[in-house]
């Protein structure tokens, strides 16, 4: 069994609640992140905007797989 396997398993035995309050944690962390990279994305000029590499990929494979609604 791998990292992987030995990591979720370490998981799985920790009660319930302390796996909420993990999760709860890293939301936190997360939101805070957010948070930041929403103000230096204002302090930028629009030319200087971060890209949003989803959404950008997302963009790009509607197009490729519908090249008629190009158009």
Same mark, same amino acid.
């Given at each position: 069994?791998? /990292? &992987?396997? %030995?990591?979720?398993?370490? +998981?799985?035995a920790? #009660?319930? $609640? *302390? ?6 944690k890293?939301?936190?962390?997360f939101?805070? *992140? %957010? %948070?930041?990279l929403t +103000?230096? =994305? *204002?302090? !930028?000029? #629009?030319?200087? =905007? !971060?890209r949003?590499? &989803?959404?950008? $990929?997302?963009?790009?494979? /509607? !197009?490729? /797989?519908y #090249?008629?609604? =190009?158009e």
């Amino acid at each position: 069994m791998g /990292y &992987r396997g %030995k990591a979720l398993d370490n +998981i799985e035995a920790m #009660p319930t $609640a *302390v796996n909420y309050a993990l999760l709860e944690k890293a939301l936190t962390a997360f939101e805070a *992140v %957010k %948070k930041l990279l929403t +103000i230096a =994305q *204002v302090a !930028f000029s #629009p030319e200087n =905007q !971060f890209r949003d590499t &989803r959404k950008t $990929a997302a963009t790009l494979s /509607y !197009f490729a /797989y519908y #090249p008629s609604r =190009q158009e």
